[in-house]
């Protein structure tokens, strides 16, 4: 009989999987299910950097890289960081790793000594309190309130501040709200960060997708201290449509991230060095496919977002930026007879045959998550559906 390590059994199972394998389940049977669950963007990697990619295999570049990335994939990161921020890093400040999750998990484990606190606010991306659990440290859960578009204020960040605490996670645009922090935001939160020593844990994944005019602003392009004090942590999975790739990097203080590649030189060693000179083309060549995914982007949201907040007890704030929807749907549970968001979301699977990610997973009861990386046809149908549901059942 084999027993499990404690940090394992301690995990929660991803709430995003579960209701995406029972939708699979249900297609699998024939049911017309509308899926919007994904976490991925539903273009295809641009065809150039497909070629590159290709085109080191037949080279011949099948081989082991440097453990922290090969010095072509960190130099086009570098001047990504200069064109995007004007930020200056050198390759030493710069990890590669197979994908943005193991960048985070790699830092984690660098980072945290048992006991250790780590600020995330909520709602959250589902990893970060278990990557923090398994590193030996303590998620310290804050709440971005609603009336506050589900950010944190300066003055939260600083009451939950402990001798303890070791970092704090800002990701912006965020997985699940598509809220941004403004750069006052950043700025007030980032004093408090310099003054109490808190490393900033700036998760960037969704930079590039921002849409009606809103624009992202990195926190280390605030000022020279604050890029000392923060980790940006970035890759090209929603950018370039390349989350198969398993591409994403960390830049900062090069003791962290020294110690990151170390540990990284006995986990996982390089990321695919195929994928590596994918994620070279895809930061020096044309930029063009992705403005053209985040135009996609922006115009499925404009079609969708009214009708989804038109649907009894719907409250959604407009998303400026990643590819997700986070309704508040407490009145349309309570409405419709259910005692939880979650029994609300079972049943839409079951009844409406539309599957969303239930809040309760990202750390908001209250709320659902729709990702809009799905057809427009697709979208309005199971937002149809979900209006219908309602209102039959109220
Ligand atoms: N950070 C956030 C907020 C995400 O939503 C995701 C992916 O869903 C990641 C990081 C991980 O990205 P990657 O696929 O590069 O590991």
Redesign the pocket.
């Known amino acids: 009989k084999v027993s499990l390590a404690k940090r394992v059994s301690a995990l929660t199972p991803s709430t995003t999987l579960a209701i995406t394998a029972k939708a699979k389940e249900m297609k699998a049977q024939g049911i017309d299910v509308i899926g919007l669950g994904a ?2 963007p539903d273009f295809n990697t641009p065809k150039h950097i497909i070629q590159a990619a290709y085109d080191s295999l037949i080279e011949g570049h099948t081989k082991y890289t440097p453990s922290g990335g090969t010095a072509q994939l960190k130099e086009a990161v570098i001047s990504k960081f200069k064109q995007d921020q004007n930020l200056t890093y050198k390759p030493a400040e710069i990890i590669v790793t197979s ?4 960048a ?1 998990y790699t830092l984690f484990q660098v980072l945290l000594d048992d006991g250790d606190e780590v600020i995330i606010p909520t709602p959250y ?1 589902v ?1 970060y309190p278990e990557q923090v659990k398994l590193a030996g440290g303590n998620p310290v859960i804050v709440e971005g309130k609603q009336e506050n578009s589900y950010k944190i204020t300066p003055e939260q960040l600083s009451e939950s501040i402990t001798e303890r605490t070791k970092a704090v996670i800002i ?1 912006s645009p ?2 699940p709200t598509g809220m941004i922090y403004s750069a006052e935001e950043l700025k007030a939160i980032g004093q408090i960060c310099l003054e109490k020593n808190i490393l900033i844990v700036s ?1 960037e ?2 930079e590039k997708l921002v849409y009606d005019g809103n624009t992202h602003t990195s926190i280390a392009e605030i000022s020279e201290e604050l890029k000392e004090q923060t980790i940006v ?1 970035n ?1 090209v ?2 950018s370039h449509s390349m ?1 198969g790739w ?3 990097y960390a830049a900062g203080n090069e003791t962290v991230i020294k110690a990151m590649t170390n540990l990284a030189s006995h986990s996982t060693s390089n990321p695919t060095t195929t994928s590596q000179y994918g994620a070279v083309a895809a930061y020096m060549g044309d930029q063009q496919p992705v403005e053209d995914m985040r135009k996609s982007f922006e115009e499925r949201l404009n079609i969708v977002f009214e009708k989804l907040n038109n649907i009894p007890g719907f409250d959604c704030i407009k998303p400026q930026g990643a590819f997700y929807l986070f309704p508040n749907v407490k009145e349309a549970a309570r409405i419709t007879g259910y005692d939880s968001v979650d029994l609300f979301v079972q049943a839409l699977l079951e009844d409406a045959k539309v599957a969303v990610i239930p809040g309760s997973g990202f750390g908001s009861e209250d709320n659902i998550r729709l990702s809009y990386a799905t057809s427009l046809e697709s979208m309005e149908q199971a937002i149809e559906r979900i209006h219908e549901f309602v209102v039959k059942k109220s």
Do not use: P
């Open positions: 976490g991925e994908g943005a999750k193991h985070l991306w990893s990701n965020s997985n998760d994944i969704y942590i890759g999975s929603k989350t398993r591409i994403g």
